[in-house]
């Protein structure tokens, strides 16, 4: 009875004692240094080992027949082979670095990015409340970076000598047709968004991806948070107005609700400004952002509606009483966006947008209604062929419907727009060769139904790491646009304004300090002209207009070398000059300042829960036509100075007190001059300095967070 | 009968096999990690979960290894790698074992390790995921010591940054402190650590004066 088992377990033994194979072998990388640590093993079994300091290992197995032998290791791709058991014996695998990791090179050239995500980051997602110039706003925090150019009085965003219109922003992939909000000339713009809905910006200076068009000099791109951390309450008492804040959160989708009203009445009222309001600016805004989360994807629905009213009588030299000016904006934006994964490594990004902007104004005796009607629907498809070569491709279609109605005294009501349809087809390449050396090419198609024209613009960026920490990145590409609203709604017998971009682009990035230097070419051409002062209908207009911009950005960051500071220094030099609107030669534009300074710091006090903030921008003086002497643009304003500061303290985790000032040591800028229509009786133009509406600006606010678990911080704020 | 019983228990013996394999080899696992060997134990329990595809142990424990010794790595790559591979086997875990107490505080310590790393940079994103997590955990099971004391060390060490008085925490923490001689562990190789950091932080932040 007992021999039989015996004997089985005999068996058994034996059968262990033959069948058992060793695999051995060593691990190394491409340059033959050997890998440590590696881990060795047969898929679905528990049999392996890991490699020693020689890239060695060495086990036993019972497994037979054919098998699947895995090498994995951090910062390498996995390694998989399949083969009879017998053969896995002196073993040579040579393991390929994972392009994913860190210290691969990444196409900088042109491109500064904010976020946790992206690897190298210029700005910190808040560093966009944290600034002090900026007061919240997200395109005064941009504005210190090198690229661009301090124009006070505008506020919106001037790249290396291109207009405002020239840069384009994009939700979540979709564009923002009407992203400022509406102001008089003397007070900067803002941007209409919070800057607490989104995660990532993206804000590139040129040379930008085949992905975006109808953008000649810039792009700025923002993402919404995917998934709200959540439920709260935000509240907030500010000097200029009031806001409120809510977050829901179910099981797979959350809804987030901001809504502001803002009214400088009595901010005005105790510290009066340059202009003589009847009706200072009051604005109400709402924006919501619905997620739901699927199986396989996202689905985010972003609205935002505001309405911005106020009115008031302005200093100017022809116009002894002052010039009066009425504006009613009411501004809806919905965007809609569709994230999934179809599997097989393909992922669609689908969306649209639309919007509608109404503006009523009255300038002087006139009378101007608009309405512009956009709507934008897009799809990308992306695919993963591995992790060295990816191809995204697309196609977006933008319907454009302007209207505009215009009477006074002499003129009868009149009305007039234009429908501007275009489509566009893009696809790019994203190719890395390994971590030293990457490359992305693209291609993107438009066709105008305005104007029956179609356009073809090539991008390509190379980036090449030139030591463990620096590397060098090129990009070159062809951007085309649409002429701009205010000339197409008088004249569509024209074509797209084109650009071409040369980049030269050296990132430095080592233990929390980067430096990036970028020198760059940018030729113009086709840019529209016009024979009179401003354009109207009597105008000629033409597409005979060029000119061109190069320069040298600078870029310092460093939170390594002094404890608890954070600070950074940007620096631009522009050479730009230009034919186009009704300029009669090639100068350089009002906007484009030769040089640009921009020193941000932020120190973090400790015992005082503070956090202080300074800003400095130094820029160098703009060109006005002084019609005095022969010319046109060719004296030069004295150049601009301003400090900032602010102070956020935080009174407990829920609780923030936050101030700023802006140039608080007072600084007397002059945006320009405003020259008489006539000369005075001793034949000279008399002029008027153009200044802002207030050289100070003070802010005072108080925020407060209420969350479920009383632990949601203000630091979100800070 | 003496045969029948012989064979029945051959029979449970057999079944038990896999069983007795996995015992067996995360036993080896925590024997390598006590050894002071954590990533061979990494790799041994990576292994195991590549090979018991339901089970969510191993993975948990490969997540775990890469965490803990993510707190003292200084190499910015070397800890987003890590953090990284954390992260994948922490989205496996959370795929095999819904609403897990255990895997929402690991995922709170891995935020907390990019917070140690770069405060200025992670710490304001990330330290209301990780306030929420806790939340969450503890509503899940409010008596797993581990959720407990990482609570309360969580909300301690925001006091303590906030400047406030952590004194006020140290009953919560007391209490973490003694439900780690009460709690029994769900399973076998069930997580069962913390109570010996748990008792040093009480020791350091509530002295009797």
Wanted: net charge negative; proline share 3%; charged share 20%.
């Amino acid at each position: 009875m007992k021999t039989p088992i015996l004997f089985l377990l005999i068996c058994l033994g034996m059968g262990t004692l033959y069948g058992q194979i060793e695999i051995y072998g060593t691990v190394t990388q491409k340059n033959g240094q050997p890998v440590l640590g590696a881990n060795i093993y047969l898929e679905g079994t528990y049999d392996g080992a890991s490699s020693d300091e020689n890239g060695a290992f060495r086990f036993q197995t019972y497994e037979t027949g054919v098998q699947t032998l895995i090498v994995s290791s951090i910062s390498f791709e996995t390694f998989m082979m399949a083969a009879s058991i017998e053969q896995f014996k002196n073993l040579n695998i040579v393991l390929k670095e994972d392009v994913n990791s860190l210290d691969t090179v990444v196409i900088s050239a042109g491109t500064f990015e904010a976020g946790d995500n992206s690897k190298v980051s210029v700005l910190k997602p808040l560093d966009v409340v944290t600034t002090a110039s900026a007061l919240g706003d997200f395109v005064g925090a941009l504005q210190t970076l090198p690229g661009t150019s301090t124009v006070a009085e505008d506020g919106r965003l001037f790249v290396r000598g291109g207009d405002a219109g020239e840069t384009q922003i994009f939700i979540d992939g979709i564009r923002v047709f009407t992203p400022y909000t509406p102001t008089t000339n003397n007070i900067p713009a803002r941007g209409r968004y919070s800057p607490f809905l989104f995660d990532g910006i993206t804000f590139s200076t040129g040379g930008y991806s085949a992905e975006y068009g109808q953008a000649l000099s810039s792009v700025l791109l923002l993402n919404t948070i995917d998934e709200p951390d959540q439920e709260k309450t935000d509240i907030s008492l500010m000097t200029v107005g009031v806001g409120l804040g809510n977050t829901q959160k179910w099981n797979n989708s959350s809804l987030s609700v901001n809504a502001s009203y803002i009214n400088l009445a009595p901010y005005i009222a105790l510290f009066p400004d340059r202009n003589d309001w009847q009706k200072p600016f009051e604005a109400f805004s709402g924006e919501s952002v619905y997620r739901r989360k699927f199986e396989k994807g996202l689905f985010k629905m972003y609205v935002a509606y505001d309405a911005t009213n106020f009115t008031l009588t302005q200093e100017d030299i022809n116009f002894p009483d002052g010039l009066y000016f009425k504006l009613n904006n009411d501004n809806l934006y919905t965007n809609a966006s569709y994230f999934g994964d179809l599997g097989e490594s393909w992922k669609l990004e689908t969306g649209g947008s639309f919007t509608r902007a109404a503006n009523k104004l009255g300038i002087d005796d006139s009378e101007i209604e608009n309405v512009e009607n956009s709507v934008q629907l897009k799809v990308k498809l992306r695919k993963r062929f591995s992790n060295r070569f990816k191809l995204n491709f697309g196609a977006e279609q933008f319907l454009t419907d302007f209207n505009e109605d215009f009477q006074n005294l002499e003129i009868p009501e009149t009305s007039y727009g234009y429908h501007n349809n275009i489509s566009a087809v893009f696809a790019e390449s994203d190719l890395i060769f390994s971590r030293k050396f990457a490359a992305k090419i693209g291609l993107r198609g438009e066709y105008s139904g305005l104007f029956q024209q179609f356009s073809v613009s090539p991008r390509a960026s190379v980036a090449y790491k030139t030591s463990n920490y620096g590397q060098l990145s090129v990009a070159f590409g062809d951007f085309y646009q649409q002429p701009f609203g205010d000339v197409l709604k008088f004249d569509q017998e024209l074509e797209a304004q084109k650009a071409q971009h040369y980049i030269l682009n050296y990132q430095y990035f080592h233990n929390d300090r980067i430096f990036r230097a970028e020198v760059y070419r940018k030729e113009y051409k086709n840019l529209v002209t016009y024979n009179t002062e401003f354009p109207d209908f009597s105008s000629n207009y033409n597409n005979e207009g060029f000119g061109y911009a190069q320069g040298l950005d600078l870029f310092w960051r460093d939170n390594q070398s002094i404890k608890n500071l954070d600070y950074w220094v940007s620096y631009s030099y522009l050479d730009s000059e230009r034919k186009y609107n009704n300029y009669p030669e090639q100068v350089t534009p009002s906007f484009a300042n030769k040089h640009n300074l921009s020193v941000v710091g932020k120190y973090w006090i400790g015992e005082w829960r503070s956090q202080v903030g300074f800003s400095y921008t130094f820029a160098s003086g703009r060109a006005y036509t002084n019609p005095n002497m022969p010319g046109f643009l060719q004296d030069q304003t004295k150049s601009f100075n301003s400090i900032s500061l602010n102070w956020a303290y935080l009174i407990s985790q829920q609780k923030i007190l936050y101030f700023s000032i802006n140039n608080v040591l007072g600084f007397k800028n002059i945006n320009g001059y405003q020259y008489a229509d006539v000369p005075n009786m001793n034949g000279i133009y008399d002029r008027r300095a153009l200044q802002p509406a207030a050289d100070q600006f003070f802010f005072v606010g108080f925020f407060w967070t209420l969350s479920d678990d009383g632990k949601e911080n203000q630091l979100d704020n800070l | 009968m003496k045969k029948l019983l012989f064979y029945s228990t051959l029979f449970i013996t057999l079944s038990s096999f896999a069983q007795a394999k996995f015992d067996q080899g995360m036993e080896q696992a925590f024997d390598l990690w006590k050894n002071d060997q954590p990533w061979e134990a990494a790799n041994l329990f990576e292994r195991i979960s590549q090979a018991e595809k339901e089970n969510w142990l191993p993975s948990f424990y490969v997540a775990q290894i890469n965490v803990l010794y993510s707190f003292s790595e200084k190499n910015e790559e070397k800890l987003s790698a890590q953090l990284n591979k954390a992260q994948d086997f922490l989205n496996d875990a959370k795929s095999l074992s819904k609403d897990n107490a255990e895997i929402l505080v690991l995922q709170a310590q891995l935020y907390t390790a990019w917070i140690v790393f770069d405060g200025a940079k992670y710490g304001m994103t990330m330290s209301p995921k990780i306030s929420q997590l806790y939340e969450q955990a503890y509503q899940i099971e409010p008596d797993n010591p581990r959720v407990a004391s990482g609570k309360v060390e969580w909300e301690l060490g925001t006091a303590r940054w906030f400047g406030k008085d952590t004194k006020p925490f140290c009953e919560d923490l007391q209490k973490a402190v003694n439900l780690f001689d009460t709690y029994e562990p769900k399973g076998k190789f069930y997580p069962n650590g913390g109570a010996e950091y748990a008792r040093q932080s009480l020791a350091q932040n509530c002295k009797e004066e």
